[in-house]
């Protein structure tokens, strides 16, 4: 195990990596290029290499089966086995995505200042597996439609005071498995929070010292792994929810999770671990002498002046790097907010694009497709096209000079999304057509509930899930790599702990569109329980409208944004950490591009100062 931490004879104030590049990166204003090998990265022995990272990546996969799994069949269970409303438990389950992905801001928190990266992702592993567990008691005690009496739905007729205390009986233990499903559900919520908050920084902390190459490459397996996960639980394990029983169903993510944990630990001797910093310290000093403050006021436009005002070298008390460090996460939270809008469209693939499905025809031959596997569509998307992206489309927008920002990419995935809802609406308008014509509506059951469905395959489905899922591909991870890179390494868990909480946050977005547009249209509904009796396109139609008011939204500040080399504010940080390349054509002139420098083909100029790139 390699512990990496400052040694006594380290002084704060000291390079950490003694190169020539610190001669040029020394301001944002400076666009003197160095010589090619001031450029090069330090050669790091390490052990750390495939074995390791492939155990984090089967970490991923396994715990990203598990919550799909969870996902896939949660609003199903609801309404046939604990007697919950259609609209009640898409709300639940909204609920609980958002719960999920906000959960890990305080999972970053915890593992940047107390337990350390390891130690965090091994502890949310055994709150995980605890709640599998628990969902996985909670379906072995309760048989299928064991309570479905129970529901208004089937409206039980008492005709004495047996049936009465039959009925308070059912109620009570009804009311338990609710409860005690719940409150496994909330285990999973913080087993989650740990651990997303923390492996990808700590994957892309095994492969750093190769270069910025490796760590976009991890970030984009990280991500296709994650997909193969959600591809194995919206097929197979939601198969099995639908047509065996939910009990098996449970079984097979509690194992899955339980696999993690296991081969999470294995390569505990050769992970690279930081130890965590403590609570953030803001090293105070007292200015020698006097300071004349006008001489050093910062410069209009040059940094916030609250900000630029607390540094050493204007007279402040705390050291220019952590000002820097905390002035880039705040620089980031704009778009942390502008991504919410993206994943309350994206949380639609779970609600109301599960609740159209319901109502398509399922039938493949003999076989019912779960309704849930239309999900699958969308991460074989993902799976197919990420190694498409990052060996073609990305390499060739590098060699002719325009290659995809963090933030361009992020601003293309918006657009993806709102193409995929608009799609949604239409294969609404058709779907709804086809139940009017004559023969054109059937009855079909799911899990002991019937659905009047239109003739009209579910495989039209297939165009709005592939399209919402290459929004995932350019907005996701670009997100994932903008927060690992623009933060200094003390606060990256925070960082992509505040993206992953958009992520929730757009679920309780979505729910709370949901229940405005509901209340909003009565008389004239365009969401309910029957969405036969809606208009679900106009909400769809809404949804991809409100996408491109915030896409244009995250264009205008995109262009105000100036990239930062991360490397000025890791002074704090571990040797091997201090130096991390520009990524190419981020910067705008007002820093060093030299990721991109020197390795332009003959004949094509370095991009000018201050010409913006998004």
């Known amino acids: 195990m390699t512990e990496v931490e400052p040694t006594e004879t380290d002084k704060e104030t000291d390079p950490l990596i003694h190169t020539p590049l610190q001669n040029y990166v020394g301001s944002h204003s400076s666009t003197q290029l160095p010589p090619a090998e001031a450029r090069a990265p330090p050669k790091l022995e390490t052990r750390r290499g495939l074995p390791v990272v492939v155990l984090i990546l089967t970490t991923e996969m396994c715990e990203r089966l598990a919550y799909y799994s969870i996902v896939a069949g949660l609003v199903l269970y609801c309404t046939s086995n604990l007697g919950i409303e259609q609209a009640a438990a898409t709300t639940l389950n909204q609920v609980f995505a958002g719960f999920v992905y906000l959960v890990p801001v305080a999972g970053g928190l915890i593992a940047d200042s107390y337990l350390g990266r390891f130690r965090t992702i091994y502890i949310s592993c055994i709150f995980y597996v605890a709640g599998e567990k628990l969902r996985l008691i909670n379906a072995v005690t309760g048989g299928a439609n064991d309570i479905y009496c129970l529901t208004v739905r089937a409206r039980p007729l008492v005709e004495n005071m047996r049936n009465v205390q039959e009925i308070l009986v059912r109620t009570t233990i009804n009311n338990e498995r609710r409860a005690l499903f719940l409150t496994g559900l909330a285990l999973v919520g913080v087993g989650t929070g740990g651990i997303k908050a923390n492996v990808g920084p700590f994957g892309a902390e095994q492969v750093e010292s190769r270069g910025k190459e490796a760590v976009q490459s991890f970030f984009n397996w990280f991500y296709w792994v994650i997909n193969l996960g959600a591809l194995i639980a919206f097929t197979v394990v939601a198969y099995v929810q639908q047509e065996v029983s939910f009990a098996w169903g449970f079984f097979i993510p509690t194992l899955s999770m339980g696999l993690a944990a296991i081969v999470f630990v294995l390569g505990q001797a050769n992970y690279q671990k930081t130890k965590p910093k403590g609570k953030v310290k803001y090293k105070k000093t007292k200015p020698k002498g006097k300071v004349n403050y006008k001489k050093t006021k910062p410069k209009e436009g040059s940094e916030k002046k609250i900000l630029a005002r607390s540094k050493k070298s204007f007279g402040g008390r705390y050291d220019d790097h952590l000002v820097d460090g905390v002035a880039s996460v705040v620089k980031v939270i704009p778009f942390v907010l502008l991504s919410i809008m993206f994943w309350a469209v994206n949380a639609q693939m779970s609600n109301t694009f599960f609740a159209q499905a319901e109502r398509m025809d399922i039938r493949l031959g003999s076989v019912n497709i779960p309704a849930a596997a239309l999900n699958a569509f969308n991460t074989i998307g993902i799976i197919v096209l990420i190694p498409l992206v990052d060996k073609v489309v990305y390499p060739f927008f590098e060699r002719i000079g325009r290659p995809l920002t963090y933030l361009k990419r992020i601003g293309i995935g918006m657009v993806f999304a709102a193409a995929g809802v608009t799609v949604a609406g239409v294969v609404e308008i058709y779907r709804k057509k086809e139940l009017e014509k004559e023969g054109g509506a059937h009855i079909q059951v799911l899990a002991g509930e019937n659905f009047t469905a239109s003739s009209m395959s579910v495989f039209m489905q297939v165009p709005q ?112 950490r201090s130096w991390r390349q520009p990524q190419q054509g981020l910067c705008r002139g007002r820093c060093v591009d030299a990721g991109r420098a020197g390795r332009d083909p003959p004949g094509r100029a370095i991009r000018p100062a201050g010409q913006r790139l998004w």
Do not use: C
């Open 465 to 576: 899930f592939l399209l919402i899922g290459t929004s995932e591909i350019f907005t996701s991870v670009a997100a994932l790599e903008f927060a690992y890179n623009q933060a200094p390494v003390a606060m990256q868990g925070l960082l992509t702990g505040l993206f992953l909480a958009s992520s929730g946050a757009g679920n309780w977005l979505s729910t709370a569109i949901l229940s405005i547009v509901e209340a909003a249209t009565k008389h004239d509904p365009w969401w309910s329980d029957e969405i036969n009796e809606a208009k679900m396109e106009n909400l769809m139609f809404l949804m991809a409208g409100l996408m491109l008011l915030n896409t244009a939204l995250f264009s205008l500040a995109a262009r105000r944004y100036t990239y930062q080399d991360p490397s000025l504010f890791q002074a704090g940080g571990s040797r091997h």
